[in-house]
C-alpha cells in the first residue's frame, strides 16, 4: 500500500487562519475619578468633622467684646467644609458621566466604579448639609 498524495494544488502543511484580537476594553476614567474624589472627600469631611466646634462656638457667642479666641478655627473649619463639598459635588458629577459612558460603550468598563463613587459622593454631600444645617440651627437659636 502507498500513502496518498496531496493533489499539487494544496500543501502538505495548513496555513494557520489567524483572526484579529477582540477589542480591547475602554477604560473609563471619569468613574476612575469619581471614586477617587469620592474617597477623598469622605476621609476629608469625617476626619475634620471634629475640627467644626471652633466654628459652632464663634457663631453661637453672642456680642464678643474681643475677637473670640477659636475664630480661627471657625474660619478655617468652613474653608474645609468647602472642599470637602466641592470635591464632593465634583465627585457625583463624574459618576453620572462615568455611569452614563459605561453605559453607552458596549467594551466600556468601569460600571460599578462609577456607582461607588457615585456613593462616596452623596455620602459627603450628606455630611457637609448636615453640618450647615446644625450650624444655621445653631446659629438661629443662639444656643
Known amino acids: ?3 496518498p498524495t496531496p493533489p499539487p494544488s ?3 502543511y495548513a496555513t494557520p487562519e489567524f483572526s484579529p484580537p477582540p477589542p480591547a476594553n475602554e477604560t473609563n476614567g471619569r468613574a476612575i475619578a469619581s471614586l ?3 474617597i477623598i472627600s469622605l476621609g476629608w469631611l469625617i476626619f475634620f468633622a471634629g ?3 471652633g466654628a459652632y462656638i464663634v457663631a453661637t457667642r453672642r456680642h464678643a467684646p474681643s ?3 477659636l475664630a480661627a478655627a471657625a474660619i478655617v473649619d468652613l474653608i474645609l467644609l468647602a472642599i470637602g463639598g466641592i470635591a464632593a459635588l465634583i465627585s457625583v458629577i ?3 458621566q462615568g455611569l452614563r459612558f459605561a453605559h453607552r460603550s458596549p467594551t466600556a468598563e468601569g ?3 462609577a456607582i461607588t463613587g457615585l456613593v462616596f459622593g452623596y455620602a459627603s454631600v450628606a455630611i457637609v448639609v ?3 444645617v446644625i450650624l444655621v440651627t445653631l446659629i438661629a437659636l443662639g444656643a
Do not use: F, T
Open 36 to 38: 477617587i474624589l469620592g
Open 111 to 113: 460600571r460599578g466604579v
Open 1 to 3: 500500500m502507498s500513502i
Open 51 to 53: 475640627l467644626g466646634r
Open 94 to 96: 463624574l459618576g453620572h
Open 10 to 12: 494544496e500543501s502538505m
Open 130 to 132: 448636615a453640618r450647615v
Open 67 to 69: 475677637p473670640h479666641p
